[in-house]
């Protein structure tokens, strides 16, 4: 069991090594999505994801149509603070793709737009605050879809 952590255009390098971190520890697969906000030599990626980075499967994407195309028919789910339904309400399934957008502004709105029905958010009790941070959201729906395949 395991899923596809998919990001699109990440910008933090200490992100997106923390993200590709838990995607070892969970048996998932990263996929990154040019164009990037650092180069993968950065050493604060590195760092974030320490000596596991080697051992990753990680795919890379040079844009978003190049990514959509070769899995396009695969189950996906869209994750946005702006999302009407919550997180827990989705049905994960085993190889199902977590989509996530980039940490300043989150997924484009046409990708929103178009997948309305399989976007979720994960709710927020605070008005003082937009979002999370990009790679503790990818840990709180990576451990809700483990927690329900089981």
């Known amino acids: ?31 990154l999505v040019k164009p990037f906000g650092f180069e993968l030599s950065d050493k604060r990626l590195k760092r974030a994801g320490l000596d596991y980075w080697q051992h990753l499967n990680v795919k890379i994407y040079e844009n978003q149509e190049l990514f959509f195309e070769q899995h396009q028919d695969k189950e996906m789910v869209f994750f946005s603070a702006t999302a009407k339904q919550n997180h827990w309400e989705v049905n994960y399934k085993d190889d199902m793709f977590l989509v996530f957008g980039k940490e300043s502004i989150g997924l484009p709105k046409t990708i929103l737009i178009q997948n309305e029905k399989h976007s979720v958010k994960i709710p927020l009790f605070s ?11 990818v840990a709180i729906s990576i451990y809700e879809g483990l927690r329900q395949i089981g």
């Open 127 to 137: 008005e003082h605050i937009r979002s999370l941070n990009l790679a503790n959201a």
């Open 1 to 31: 069991m395991a899923f596809n952590i998919v990001l699109i255009e990440p910008e933090i390098p200490n992100n997106t090594g923390n993200i590709g971190r838990l995607a070892l520890a969970t048996g998932s697969t990263l996929h």
